[in-house]
């Protein structure tokens, strides 16, 4: 009895006093191992006779099971308290910077040209696009403008040398060219597939892109965006050109009602031509749309001249629609508050930080448009 | 173009106020630019009669008024000396802001008494800058006279003209169209023939070509000198310069009729005809603004017996104008062809209001009643006896009948209006209907067609009442609106914002000089009439346009920018020669991080242009390295490539010499990305995924180095390892190259890790042992690779 008792107080002692896992481990194999204390007493089990066996058995079997306990418990400790102390010297000042990041941004006209795009998708129209250099014929004849006619020169157009087929193309004034690349029927051009080719009415395009004029202040720049759209069908009226144009600007202003007012106006390509003007308040220095006493022009619009229908070889008492053109970067300045056009094409970086959007901002019925 | 309110109402019988008259203008297409209204400002103000002023009882030098005014008879203090009795003058009532003080009237006691309103200087009306004493008037005005009326102010209206409509630019012409739109009634414009005594002894010729049609009288014994008080201050209202009044009549005449015309000295045409021909080649003209132009074979002018006296429709010459020793004046009213005189606008750099007026289009119709018209003025203003009225050649076609079907108004514009209606507005424009056929005017030549009506009728209907209605529903493209190559556009945009670049909107010309650098430059992409030149020439690539931006954000301050642009590069002149870039630019700085410095910013670069492809579902390319044009650093540039043609992509570090001549700090990384040059994919029936083939089994990797040449690049190592065993092999990749101790010279050693995906069963030793000898006998095979041991 007293060896067995004098021996668990050692044991128990020695556990309790081992300073990390290898002590303990030694203790263990000490007790425990194969030619433990408790081992070689486990061994005299089998010399013993019944009766003794009888006795001794548990008393033995019931130290090796406390003396492993108590290893097992030391051992959880000791290794909770390492890990304590390897984690509290792995402590960093988490109040470094992270190393730098470069902020990415859309630019604002673009962003601008994304939300026009899902709005007017929204209502079934797709997207056309057509090429930056053009010639006389989609820029300015086929749209109604005779040669030599005035309406030409209020266009300030940039002019290329003579080609080698002797004309001269133009940097296209508008998107209105793409209007006739799409409407033209029977084209039989080479042109990259990019490029938008004869479609058979029921047409419903938008035409984003790039377009140039020879004017620069501070309302004007040599290059700007426009937005160009077309709907031809057998019956669509001024009608519906007003609901669509009122039906966009109150979704891209993101206001419920924007009072809109149609004026008479002069396009060589539609007939009759339109602005629709939004009301809007300048009383406080920068433009709030869709409330104030004053007007502002957005957009340029008509019913599709029946000159143009026939010199797309549609005839215009079948088919007729309406065409109507937006100044893109002008529509992002409005929404945006961005006072200079100038600015959209100067890659001041502060700027485009400042106005532009992040590249999570795409459009989506879900989220809104920007 | 500028009119008064009061000039209008000589033409258009109205009560319409002029904010009134502006909306209708508005609304019938006329774009006012501005209205200087001088009566707004003074709308509270009117004249006054002192009745009686005594001496203020408590100061000396005001005075206490009883005044008749519009509101009756009032007690006012006034402080002003010339305040007396009799005086006729402007008052002020109470409320009334006063602009030249900038206070609004109050009853307040002066000195004791209270002041019922207040008599105005002119200072204190703004009418003039200086003033001393309150306002004198003559007797003869009412009390309650407003004061703009009083003073003789007008509201002027600015307005615009779009190039349809040049018979708005006439006041007549503008009175009809209000009258139309319900503002007012016109009076009459008819114009009563002045029968002339005698024949015009000067003959006139016309050359069709040049001038259809030419009307001229000779007046005798006129009287020229200033013109009346009333046409000076009328012309005065509009801009126009008083000279003298045979010339103050023609300008009446172009702004009041938009029918302009010329006046001759009779007394210094010679040769006893006058005409209109094509200019010869070097003939000269000295026109009334002092210099001299060469008229050429294009340009219509008008001569006598001594050659050209005039440029046809746009300026007359100095030989012969008229002054106040002309005693026989020539009056010319002549229709010059719009085009022709459009052009010589152009070609000779001259404008004047009659330029303007006929390259628009004049009407036809009125050539001998303005004439008629020009007379009658002229006796009546400067005497004289008019000669009978010669006319050569005639006036162009009026314009044809025809056939306008009532309901295409509604089918065109969906207004509903009553076919009575249409007849009447139409009519009320000048527009003869007879049934279903319906003449266009003289003055409207812009009119040619069923749409043309529609847009009258609407105008004056109102866009206004055209009823919204909903697009008919369409069937839908079920996959999206955009092509492949519009989405990809949109998703490398937002894929360059998401990798930290900003998004640049660069001028698609640049300096034909940097366009050089870059491969374009070509004469056939130089713009004839740049705004500037440094933006001259079509850009062959977007890349110049970026360094430029990153130098000038860098002289600001921010030297480290990260831009991109999506947008065209030009190959040519034709419209199919327009190539979509993407094109990405960093302007790399060492950045000082307390977390050590991080590897070569080209792989960073390098890395960014392999995500943008992934994102647009780019195939596997191949990376080629030393043939890079000349703006690429020849030793850190590649170019990505779909078989050995089609170049994808170029990127890397930008030529040292190339920056310093666009005046840029290096170093700066780059690529540019055609977009056109990604092959798109096949069109399947279904989204649907091929199915996922999950190994059980685990990957292992083994790791091998290599000693290869010193120039054999990496990715020639990585391919014959990859091609080892396509089926085990997943994958193969650099992760240290070395050079130096314990590698021999002019040799690298490159480690690579293999991993390998069983996918049958594990894999035995053995089989990874004949494994690994294949991949080392490829790389061997390849490029002289030896395992290193």
């Excluded at chain 1, 792995?90 to 899902?118: C, N, S, W, Y």
């Excluded at chain 2, 910013?601 to 994102?615: C, G, Q, T, V």
Aim: proline share 7%.
């Amino acid at each position: 009895m007293t060896d067995l008792t004098q021996l668990e107080a050692e044991l128990s002692a020695a556990v309790a006093a081992a300073p990390d896992v290898a002590a303990l481990e030694a203790v263990r194999v000490g007790a425990l191992g194969k030619a433990g204390s408790i081992s070689e007493l486990l061994k005299t089990l089998g010399a013993m006779s019944p009766d003794e066996r009888r006795e001794r058995g548990p008393l033995i079997n019931g130290l090796r099971d406390r003396v492993g306990a108590a290893i097992a418990g030391k051992k959880a400790a000791l290794e909770a308290a390492e890990l304590d102390a390897k984690l509290a010297a792995e402590r960093v000042d988490l109040t470094l910077p992270p190393p730098p990041e470069r902020r990415g941004r859309v630019h604002p006209t673009m962003q601008v040209m994304d939300e026009m795009i899902a709005i007017f998708a929204e209502m079934g129209f797709g997207l056309a696009e057509g090429p930056d250099i053009e010639d006389d014929f989609h820029n300015f004849t086929a749209l109604n403008f005779p040669p030599k006619h005035p309406a030409r020169e209020m266009h300030d157009t940039f002019w290329l040398p003579e080609d080698a087929g002797g004309e001269r193309k133009v940097l296209r004034t508008h998107t209105s060219p793409v209007q006739i690349r799409t409407m033209q029927q029977g084209q039989n051009d080479k042109l990259p597939s990019w490029i938008a080719t004869s479609q058979t009415p029921p047409i419903r395009i938008v035409v984003p892109g790039r377009t140039y004029r020879s004017d620069s202040d501070a309302t004007h720049t040599p290059m700007f965006h426009q937005m160009e759209g077309l709907v031809i069908d057998r019956a669509i009226h001024m009608g519906h050109l007003k609901w669509t144009l009122e039906t966009f600007v109150s979704r891209f202003f993101e206001t419920p009602v924007v009072e809109t007012r149609f004026r008479p106006h002069h396009f060589p390509f539609t007939e009759p031509s339109a602005e629709m003007d939004v009301r809007c308040d300048r009383s406080g220095g920068d433009v709030k749309i869709g409330q104030g006493d004053d007007w502002m022009e957005i957009v340029g619009c008509g019913m599709v001249h029946p000159n143009v229908l026939r010199n797309c070889g549609l005839d215009p008492d079948v088919w007729q629609g309406f065409a109507f053109g937006f100044g893109i970067d002008r529509l992002g300045m409005l929404k945006y508050g961005m006072p200079d056009l100038r600015d959209m094409f100067a890659s001041d970086v502060r700027w485009l930080e400042h106005y532009g959007f992040s590249a999570f901002a795409a459009p989506n019925p879900a989220t809104g448009l920007s | 173009m500028k009119f008064t309110l009061s000039w209008l109402k000589e033409h258009l019988a109205t009560d319409a106020t002029a904010d009134q008259v502006v909306d209708a203008m508005t609304m019938a297409g006329l774009e006012v630019e501005h209205v200087e209204n001088p009566a707004a400002k003074l709308a509270a103000f009117s004249v006054a009669k002192v009745v009686e002023a005594v001496q203020h009882p408590n100061a000396d030098r005001l005075r206490v008024c009883q005044v008749d005014t519009v509101d009756g008879r009032k007690e006012i203090v006034c402080g002003a000396p010339n305040a007396r009795a009799g005086l006729t003058t402007i008052y002020a009532p109470l409320g009334a802001f006063v602009p030249g003080s900038g206070i609004t009237l109050e009853a307040r006691p002066v000195r004791g008494v209270v002041s019922n309103g207040m008599l105005c200087s002119a200072r204190e009306l703004e009418v003039a800058e200086e003033s001393d004493g309150i306002v004198e008037l003559p007797d003869t005005l009412a009390v309650g006279t407003p004061a703009a009326e009083a003073f003789g102010l007008e509201a002027v209206i600015d307005f615009e003209v779009t190039p349809n409509r040049p018979d708005w630019l006439g006041v007549a012409g503008i009175a009809r169209d209000l009258a139309a739109a319900g503002l007012g009634t016109l009076k009459d414009l008819s114009v009563a023939p002045v029968p002339g005594k005698g024949p015009t002894t000067i003959e006139i010729r016309v050359d069709g070509d040049a001038c259809p049609v030419f009307a001229g009288r000779l007046i005798k014994g006129v009287k020229n000198g200033p013109s009346p008080d009333w046409l000076q201050r009328k012309l005065i209202s509009v801009g126009l310069r008083p000279i003298s009044a045979l010339v103050d009549i023609t300008n009446l005449m172009s702004y009041d009729r938009c029918r302009p015309l010329h006046v001759y000295d009779a007394g210094k045409l010679t040769g006893g005809f006058i005409e209109a021909r094509l200019g010869q080649p070097g003939e000269t003209l000295e026109a009334l603004d002092g210099k001299t132009y060469e008229a050429g074979p294009e340009v219509c002018v008008i001569a006598d017996g001594s050659g050209a006296v005039g440029l046809g429709g746009v300026m007359g010459g100095e030989s012969t104008k008229v002054s106040e020793a002309t005693t026989d004046v020539f009056v010319e009213s002549a229709w010059f062809d719009p085009i022709r005189t459009a052009q010589t606008g152009r070609t000779l750099g001259i404008t004047s209001d009659a330029q303007y007026r006929f390259a628009r289009g004049v009407d036809p119709g009125f050539v001998v009643e303005g004439l008629e018209l020009a007379t009658r003025l002229i006796l009546d203003l400067c005497g004289g006896e008019a000669c009978e009225v010669r006319v050569a050649g005639a006036p162009p076609a009026p314009p044809a009948a025809f056939a306008f079907d009532h309901a295409y108004v509604r089918k065109l514009s969906g207004l509903d209006v009553p076919s009575a209606r249409i007849d009447a507005i139409l009519t009320a424009l000048g527009f003869a209907v007879r049934g279903e056929m319906v003449t266009p005017p003289t003055w409207r030549r812009d009119v040619d067609g069923k749409a043309d009506l529609v847009e009258e009728v609407a105008r004056i209907e109102g866009f206004g009442a055209l009823p919204a209605t909903p697009l008919p529903e369409t069937s839908r493209a079920a996959g999206g609106v955009l092509t492949v190559r519009q989405t990809r556009m949109r998703n490398a945009r937002r894929a360059m914002a998401a990798r930290g670049y900003a998004e640049a909107v660069t001028w698609s010309f640049m300096r034909a000089a940097w366009a050089r650098l870059f491969g374009g430059g070509d004469p056939k992409l130089v713009l004839s009439n740049p705004i500037a030149s440094d933006l001259d020439c079509m850009r062959p690539s977007i890349l110049p346009n970026l360094i430029e931006a990153a130098a000038r954000n860098a002289r600001q301050g921010f030297a480290d920018a990260a831009l991109f642009e999506v947008g065209p590069v030009f190959d040519g002149d034709q419209p199919g020669d327009q190539r979509t870039i993407v094109a990405g630019l960093t302007a790399p700085h060492p950045s000082r991080s307390w977390a050590g410095a991080g590897g070569d910013p080209l792989f960073a670069l390098k890395a960014d242009l392999m995500a943008l492809l992934d994102e647009m579902g780019a195939p596997n390319l191949q990376i080629a390295q030393g043939h890079a044009p000349t703006w690429w650093h020849p030793g850190r540039s590649a170019r990505l490539q779909l078989g050995p043609k089609v170049v994808v992509a170029e990127f890397g570090e930008l030529h040292p010499a190339v920056l310093k001549a666009l005046d840029a700090e290096g170093p700066m990384l780059a690529f540019e990305l055609d977009l056109g040059a990604i092959p798109e994919p096949k069109k399947k029936p279904t989204k649907t995924k091929p199915a996922l083939q999950l190994s059980p089994l685990m990957p292992l990797t083994r790791d091998f180095a290599f000693l290869v040449d010193q120039a054999t690049p990496a990715g020639e190592l990585v391919r014959p390892i990859l091609g080892a065993d396509k089926a085990l092999i997943a994958d193969a990749r650099v992760f240290d190259v070395y050079q130096g101790k314990g590698v021999p010279e002019g040799q690298k050693s490159v480690a690579v890790e293999v991993t390998v995906q069983p996918t049958e069963k594990t894999l035995t030793d053995p089989e990874i042992e004949a494994l690994s000898a294949r991949i080392v006998a490829a790389a061997e095979k390849a490029v002289g690779a030896k395992l290193r041991s």
